[in-house]
């Protein structure tokens, strides 16, 4: 088993995504799939060990609790020689918020009322950075861009978070919005592909399905804690990449919906080995 000594490192502000699979994302999914749950501080010893069945090797599990106590997500306590960790305050809220997006993405779609919200909001070519933050917030609120300068959304309730944005970024006086239905010129299919690039989001969703939906660890074991981190750090990145657009914008037997079945089913049939797994190696220490 690996050392427990590590280097407490100060909280700092910042947070940042994680692709799927890293080092830092897979330890942000054990803290938020067994340590979240518990009020218990964590060794670092467990944790090498649940991100070294899942191939990370020790000096890069390190960095990430590094990273992530850096973030502000977790601080260390010393017993003498040795290090555990527990969640912050600021890191118990992400985690909590994350696990409720996590969880609940992809089971309901609202009934639509066939209203789009159009928001047009012009930011200059040199504003590169002022555009990122702009194209990043708007994304993650549901947003599409079908055309430079425009967004949509079929959620007209989003309205008010697209005044916040615009209105963080000082972008107020450049932009205005109009709440309606599709008129009758042009595609509204094609301006949706435009908008979100489906295709490529199908091509996720049809992955994501192949690598878990044929999985069925042996009960009892360690298989089932590492089958289940890897499931939900794969579908933790569709919540950013997924606007959860009406069922009547999507193609026909749309595979998110399949996707999220595979999700739901396989994260309930793991959760109870899983998290007694977990248990055993906590008290293995």
């Known amino acids: 088993m690996p050392s427990d000594e590590a280097k407490p490192v100060a909280p700092a502000a910042g947070h940042r995504e994680a692709d799927p699979g890293s080092a830092r994302s897979l330890l942000l999914t054990v803290l938020g799939e067994y340590v979240l749950p518990r009020e218990a501080p964590v060794w670092t010893s467990v944790l090498l060990t649940a991100l070294e069945g899942l191939g990370v090797e020790e000096k890069a599990a390190r960095q990430a609790l590094n990273r992530v106590a850096a973030g502000g997500w977790i601080a260390a306590e010393r017993s003498g020689r040795r290090v555990r960790w527990a969640l912050t305050g600021e890191g118990r809220t ?47 609120a549901g947003f599409g861009s079908p ?24 972008l107020t006086a450049a932009a205005s919005s109009f709440c309606g239905p599709f008129a009758g010129i042009g595609s509204e299919r094609t301006m949706v592909e435009q908008a979100w690039h489906l295709g490529e989001l199908a091509t996720r969703y049809a992955e994501f399905v192949r690598e878990f939906a044929g999985l069925r660890p042996e009960p009892g074991g360690r298989r089932a804690m590492l089958a289940q981190i890897r499931l939900v750090d794969a579908w933790r990145r569709f919540p950013r990449l997924d606007p959860q657009l009406p069922l009547e ?36 220490e």
């Open 147 to 170: 055309a430079p300068g425009l967004w949509i959304t079929p959620d007209a309730s989003r309205e008010a978070e697209a005044k916040e944005v615009v209105a963080d970024l000082g």
């Open 249 to 284: 914008l999507l193609p026909a037997h749309w595979i998110g919906v399949r996707a999220a079945n595979v999700f739901t089913d396989l994260h309930d049939a793991w959760h109870q080995d899983a998290q007694e797994q977990w248990d055993r190696l906590l008290g293995a």
């Open 94 to 140: 992400l985690l909590a918020e994350g696990a409720r997006r996590i969880y609940s993405f992809g089971r309901k779609r609202a009934s639509w009322d066939g209203r789009w919200l159009v928001l047009l909001v012009s930011v200059p070519e040199t504003k590169r950075e002022l555009r990122h933050r702009l194209r990043t917030r708007l994304t993650w």
